[in-house]
């Protein structure tokens, strides 16, 4: 008799790892990595972003591995057990119910922006993007912007896509799913990077990462650095904890975070190799920003030979690793939602993405009728932004960062130490005493200065 599907575990460490990476690659990695560097003077941001990730982002990995697997359910169960066995408060719990809202609303506007790259699928293989000026692909994203019926419709398809795997369970629906998707998803890059290499500029691709400039390296470059590292990787929220909760025994978490952080490190550089060639050669701007990929790339991919295979390559890349993504973000509430309100895996997968749905209608409209509405518009901060960048801000500079400072603070201050020796299978020496002081002190301080800054308390304070 099988076990429910909120019970199941991974088949093995390759499924672990391939969904760890499908949480870690997603947008963040494949889109704004690139244009993050481009805008922040390429190499000199590459240095502090690789030590985040070493200093910052794997220490609090390897701590949502040890909650996870230690509590065996979701992020709220799993930090209860753990607080509970190691004679804390359970209220502690509601960390992991911060991280669960949280990815709630961050999944409820990642889901549009997913819908726009299966949009441009169809566009890219109907040669849209042929002999079109600037204007003119900027003009059609202009258009799909301004169209909600559009917009939500392609919304409507994404979340449907990631209910339908989450639904189906760990290993029947999430573990099929990530071990296609993402070897898929390196396939596509390594051909990307393959055709970039030999049309298109890798010369001046290499020099734009390779040759550092530390004048470019500012406190502003540094803290958007550590920002990426975060927020692009995904820990803080407790999605890490809820798979790792289905994790077998003989899975060495320091190993699989370790592998999973240079897995979305290297196909963020695959990212990059496949994109700034193309951008170099078509006489194209880097530093373009957000609109890199939807609004950029398409000139390149209107001019060169076979555009319309590689472009439309290229958006179901994007696809495929926001999906991947997504499936962790809606995994993390479906969790909950099993372990506390007792509901079928269906019921909640589908629930849940519905409501998700619902409110990411809110983002499509912010784009087109709502463009005007400021439903914050009494508070100074939140004057000029819609209702996508409430939800935007709140997530990214507030939500987020207070997850993983109380992420940090938990398991460096918190967890038992003999849970921690037990589940890293290390002992009280020099690696517990720097993995203690990485978690309980520098991650909380670190993201402490990002939270401040990313609010102005610290240009105010500097003002005075």
Not at 225 to 236: C, E, H, V
Request: charged content about 10%.
């Amino acid at each position: 008799m099988s076990l429910p599907a909120e019970k199941q575990a991974w088949s093995g460490r390759f499924a672990f790892l391939m969904a760890t990476v499908g949480s870690a690659v997603g947008l963040g990695s494949i889109w704004k990595f690139p244009y993050m560097v481009g805008a922040n003077g390429g190499s000199a941001f590459l240095f502090a972003y690789l030590a985040a990730l070493v200093i910052l982002i794997l220490p609090l990995m390897i701590g949502e591995f040890v909650i996870g697997r230690r509590g065996g359910m979701g992020a709220v169960g799993s930090i209860a057990k753990v607080a509970r066995e190691s004679g804390a408060s359970g209220l502690w719990s509601g960390v992991g119910a911060w991280g669960v809202l949280t990815g709630f609303l961050i999944l409820s506007f990642y889901s549009v922006i997913g819908g726009w790259t299966v949009a441009y699928i169809p566009q890219a293989l109907s040669n849209a993007f042929q002999d079109q000026s600037p204007q003119d692909i900027g003009a059609q994203f202009s258009r799909m912007l301004a169209d909600p019926v559009g917009l939500t419709f392609h919304h409507a398809i994404f979340m449907a896509l990631t209910a339908v795997v989450v639904a189906r369970g760990v290993s029947e629906g999430i573990e099929r799913a990530v071990t296609v998707l993402m070897p898929l998803m390196f396939a596509i890059l390594i051909g990307l990077v393959f055709y970039a290499f030999a049309t298109a500029d890798m010369g001046r691709a290499f020099e734009f990462f390779f040759q550092p400039d530390f004048t470019k390296l500012t406190p502003e470059v540094v803290l958007s650095a550590i920002g990426l590292g975060f927020f692009s990787i995904g820990t803080g929220i407790g999605a890490m904890i809820t798979y790792a909760a289905y994790a077998p025994r003989d899975i060495n978490l320091g190993v699989a975070a370790i592998l999973t952080i240079a897995a979305d490190t290297f196909a963020s550089f695959l990212a990059a190799f496949a994109i700034f060639p193309l951008v170099f050669a078509y006489g194209l701007n880097p530093g373009e920003g957000a609109g890199l990929m939807f609004t950029t790339l398409p000139i390149a991919f209107g001019q060169m030979p076979g555009g319309a295979v590689v472009g439309a390559a290229f958006f179901l890349l994007l696809v495929v690793s926001a999906l991947a993504s997504a499936i962790s973000l809606l995994e993390l509430v479906v969790a909950w939602a099993t372990d506390t309100l007792k509901v079928s895996r269906p019921a909640a997968a589908y629930a849940s993405a519905f409501v998700c749905w619902v409110i990411g209608i809110g983002t499509v409209l912010s784009f087109n009728h709502w463009s005007t509405w400021y439903p914050l518009d009494v508070l100074p901060t939140f004057s000029n932004k819609s209702f996508f960048d409430v939800i935007d801000y709140l997530t990214s500079n507030i939500m987020l960062p207070l997850g993983g400072i109380f992420l940090g603070l938990f398991v460096g201050w918190v967890m038992s130490k003999k849970t921690i020796f037990e589940e890293l299978g290390i002992q009280d020496g020099p690696t517990w005493q720097l993995f203690r002081f990485l978690l309980g002190v520098v991650c909380p301080l670190a993201i402490f200065i990002l939270f401040v800054v990313n609010l102005g308390f610290v240009k105010l304070a500097i003002g005075d």
